[in-house]
Protein backbone atom coordinates (compact mmCIF):
# COMPACT_ATOMS: atom_id res chain seq x y z
CA UNK A 1 0.00 0.00 0.00
CA UNK A 2 1.40 3.40 -1.32
CA UNK A 3 1.21 5.87 1.56
CA UNK A 4 2.59 9.55 1.37
CA UNK A 5 2.27 11.95 3.90
CA UNK A 6 1.41 15.75 3.45
CA UNK A 7 2.49 17.95 6.33
CA UNK A 8 1.45 21.23 7.02
CA UNK A 9 0.60 24.08 9.61
CA UNK A 10 -3.16 24.25 7.70
CA UNK A 11 -3.63 27.86 9.51
CA UNK A 12 -5.99 28.19 8.13
CA UNK A 13 -6.54 24.88 5.37
CA UNK A 14 -7.37 27.14 2.23
CA UNK A 15 -8.58 26.22 -1.10
CA UNK A 16 -5.39 25.70 -2.44
CA UNK A 17 -4.34 22.87 0.45
CA UNK A 18 -7.29 21.17 -0.21
CA UNK A 19 -6.59 21.09 -4.43
CA UNK A 20 -2.92 19.54 -2.72
CA UNK A 21 -4.57 16.98 -1.05
CA UNK A 22 -7.38 16.23 -3.79
CA UNK A 23 -4.48 16.01 -6.43
CA UNK A 24 -2.65 13.89 -3.94
CA UNK A 25 -5.32 11.74 -2.90
CA UNK A 26 -5.26 10.24 -6.49
CA UNK A 27 -1.79 9.44 -6.77
CA UNK A 28 -1.49 6.95 -3.49
CA UNK A 29 -3.56 4.55 -1.49
CA UNK A 30 -3.70 6.77 1.18
CA UNK A 31 -2.87 10.25 2.11
CA UNK A 32 -1.79 11.25 5.37
CA UNK A 33 -2.14 15.09 6.43
CA UNK A 34 0.15 15.68 9.17
CA UNK A 35 -0.50 18.50 11.08
CA UNK A 36 2.25 20.23 12.67
CA UNK A 37 1.88 21.50 16.36
CA UNK A 38 5.22 23.69 15.27
CA UNK A 39 4.60 26.61 17.93
CA UNK A 40 7.07 29.02 15.99
CA UNK A 41 5.18 29.77 13.49
CA UNK A 42 2.75 30.83 16.16
CA UNK A 43 -0.22 29.80 14.91
CA UNK A 44 -3.36 31.88 15.03
CA UNK A 45 -6.06 28.73 15.44
CA UNK A 46 -4.56 25.77 18.23
CA UNK A 47 -3.69 22.44 16.69
CA UNK A 48 -7.10 20.84 17.56
CA UNK A 49 -8.63 23.74 15.82
CA UNK A 50 -6.41 22.84 12.76
CA UNK A 51 -7.36 19.50 12.73
CA UNK A 52 -10.84 19.82 13.15
CA UNK A 53 -11.22 22.23 10.18
CA UNK A 54 -8.70 19.82 8.23
CA UNK A 55 -10.87 16.95 8.66
CA UNK A 56 -14.23 18.26 8.04
CA UNK A 57 -12.59 19.72 4.79
CA UNK A 58 -10.88 16.95 3.21
CA UNK A 59 -14.15 15.08 4.43
CA UNK A 60 -15.50 14.71 0.62
CA UNK A 61 -12.61 14.49 -1.18
CA UNK A 62 -12.25 11.00 -2.41
CA UNK A 63 -9.89 8.32 -1.47
CA UNK A 64 -8.55 7.34 2.00
CA UNK A 65 -7.19 10.19 3.82
CA UNK A 66 -6.29 10.12 7.42
CA UNK A 67 -5.59 13.65 9.63
CA UNK A 68 -2.79 13.42 11.92
CA UNK A 69 -1.32 15.87 14.63
CA UNK A 70 2.19 15.56 14.60
CA UNK A 71 4.94 17.01 16.86
CA UNK A 72 8.38 15.08 15.74
CA UNK A 73 11.27 15.49 12.89
CA UNK A 74 8.97 15.28 9.91
CA UNK A 75 10.98 12.11 8.52
CA UNK A 76 10.25 10.47 11.76
CA UNK A 77 6.92 11.38 11.36
CA UNK A 78 6.45 10.00 7.68
CA UNK A 79 8.37 6.73 8.37
CA UNK A 80 6.06 6.30 11.62
CA UNK A 81 3.40 6.52 9.11
CA UNK A 82 4.76 3.91 6.89
CA UNK A 83 5.11 6.70 4.21
CA UNK A 84 7.01 6.36 1.26
CA UNK A 85 6.70 9.63 0.07
CA UNK A 86 6.08 13.58 1.32
CA UNK A 87 3.81 16.13 -0.62
CA UNK A 88 4.60 19.07 -0.75
CA UNK A 89 2.74 21.83 -2.64
CA UNK A 90 4.82 24.28 -5.04
CA UNK A 91 3.53 27.80 -5.48
CA UNK A 92 5.34 29.68 -8.58
CA UNK A 93 8.82 30.65 -7.38
CA UNK A 94 8.34 31.97 -3.99
CA UNK A 95 8.44 28.25 -2.59
CA UNK A 96 11.18 26.89 -4.28
CA UNK A 97 14.02 27.31 -2.46
CA UNK A 98 12.77 26.48 1.22
CA UNK A 99 11.19 23.79 -0.42
CA UNK A 100 14.26 22.84 -2.39
CA UNK A 101 16.52 23.09 1.02
CA UNK A 102 14.09 21.29 2.86
CA UNK A 103 14.10 18.51 0.37
CA UNK A 104 17.39 18.33 -0.07
CA UNK A 105 17.46 18.17 3.71
CA UNK A 106 15.54 15.77 4.48
CA UNK A 107 17.01 13.46 1.46
CA UNK A 108 19.95 13.44 3.67
CA UNK A 109 18.28 12.30 6.98
CA UNK A 110 16.20 9.59 5.47
CA UNK A 111 16.88 8.40 1.67
CA UNK A 112 14.10 6.17 1.30
CA UNK A 113 11.70 8.29 1.11
CA UNK A 114 11.25 10.93 -1.93
CA UNK A 115 9.41 14.43 -1.53
CA UNK A 116 7.35 15.07 -4.65
CA UNK A 117 6.05 18.53 -5.33
CA UNK A 118 2.47 18.95 -6.88
CA UNK A 119 1.27 22.34 -8.13
CA UNK A 120 -2.36 23.30 -7.47
CA UNK A 121 -5.21 24.75 -9.57
CA UNK A 122 -3.34 27.85 -11.32
CA UNK A 123 -6.70 30.15 -10.05
CA UNK A 124 -5.22 28.42 -6.05
CA UNK A 125 -1.26 28.99 -7.20
CA UNK A 126 -1.50 32.51 -5.06
CA UNK A 127 -3.41 31.46 -2.23
CA UNK A 128 -1.46 31.00 1.38
CA UNK A 129 -3.07 31.04 4.41
CA UNK A 130 -0.33 34.36 6.29
CA UNK A 131 -2.42 36.42 3.53
CA UNK A 132 -6.00 34.71 4.13
CA UNK A 133 -5.47 35.44 7.96
CA UNK A 134 -3.84 39.52 6.71
CA UNK A 135 -6.98 39.81 4.86
CA UNK A 136 -9.52 38.71 7.70
CA UNK A 137 -7.86 40.93 10.33
CA UNK A 138 -8.18 43.83 8.37
CA UNK A 139 -11.71 42.90 7.67
CA UNK A 140 -11.53 41.88 3.69
CA UNK A 141 -13.40 39.25 2.60
CA UNK A 142 -11.37 35.83 2.29
CA UNK A 143 -14.45 34.05 0.49
CA UNK A 144 -12.47 33.16 -2.43
CA UNK A 145 -9.41 31.78 -0.93
CA UNK A 146 -11.09 28.92 1.68
CA UNK A 147 -14.45 26.79 2.07
CA UNK A 148 -17.18 29.04 3.76
CA UNK A 149 -16.87 27.07 7.18
CA UNK A 150 -13.47 28.42 7.23
CA UNK A 151 -14.25 31.77 6.18
CA UNK A 152 -16.70 31.66 9.18
CA UNK A 153 -14.14 29.76 11.82
CA UNK A 154 -11.77 32.63 10.89
CA UNK A 155 -14.66 35.69 11.43
CA UNK A 156 -15.70 34.20 14.99
CA UNK A 157 -11.96 33.67 16.00
CA UNK A 158 -11.14 37.01 15.34
CA UNK A 159 -14.57 38.48 16.24
CA UNK A 160 -13.22 36.83 19.93
CA UNK A 161 -9.45 37.89 20.20
CA UNK A 162 -8.54 40.35 17.88
CA UNK A 163 -8.61 44.16 19.04
CA UNK A 164 -8.28 45.28 15.11
CA UNK A 165 -11.99 43.64 14.59
CA UNK A 166 -13.54 45.60 17.39
CA UNK A 167 -11.60 48.58 17.90
CA UNK A 168 -11.98 51.94 15.65
CA UNK A 169 -10.38 50.95 12.29
CA UNK A 170 -9.52 54.13 11.05
CA UNK A 171 -9.41 57.68 12.96
CA UNK A 172 -10.98 59.25 10.09
CA UNK A 173 -8.89 62.71 10.82
P1 LIG B 1 4.10 25.12 6.05
O1 LIG B 1 3.90 25.84 7.33
O2 LIG B 1 4.78 23.81 6.16
O3 LIG B 1 4.57 25.97 4.90
P2 LIG B 1 1.48 25.40 5.01
O4 LIG B 1 0.25 25.02 5.76
O5 LIG B 1 1.71 26.83 4.81
O6 LIG B 1 2.64 24.69 5.72
O7 LIG B 1 1.49 24.67 3.61
C1 LIG B 1 1.58 23.27 3.50
C2 LIG B 1 2.00 22.90 2.11
O8 LIG B 1 1.00 23.33 1.19
C3 LIG B 1 3.30 23.53 1.64
O9 LIG B 1 3.95 22.60 0.82
C4 LIG B 1 2.85 24.69 0.84
O10 LIG B 1 3.79 25.04 -0.15
C5 LIG B 1 1.59 24.12 0.20
N1 LIG B 1 0.64 25.15 -0.21
C6 LIG B 1 0.06 26.09 0.54
N2 LIG B 1 -0.75 26.88 -0.20
C7 LIG B 1 -0.68 26.41 -1.47
C8 LIG B 1 -1.27 26.80 -2.73
N3 LIG B 1 -2.10 27.84 -2.83
N4 LIG B 1 -0.95 26.08 -3.83
C9 LIG B 1 -0.08 25.05 -3.74
N5 LIG B 1 0.51 24.63 -2.61
C10 LIG B 1 0.22 25.30 -1.49
Not at 108 to 130: C, G, H, W, Y
Amino acid sequence: MKVAVYPGTFDPVTLGHLDIVRRGAHLVDKLVVGVTTNPSKEPMFGVADRMTMVRREVKDIQGQIEVVEFDSLLMDFAEAQGATAILRGLRAVADFEYEFQMAGMNQQLNDRIETVFLMADVSLQPIASKLVKEIARYGGSIDKFVTPAVAEDVRRLLSKTDPLRKGPRALEL
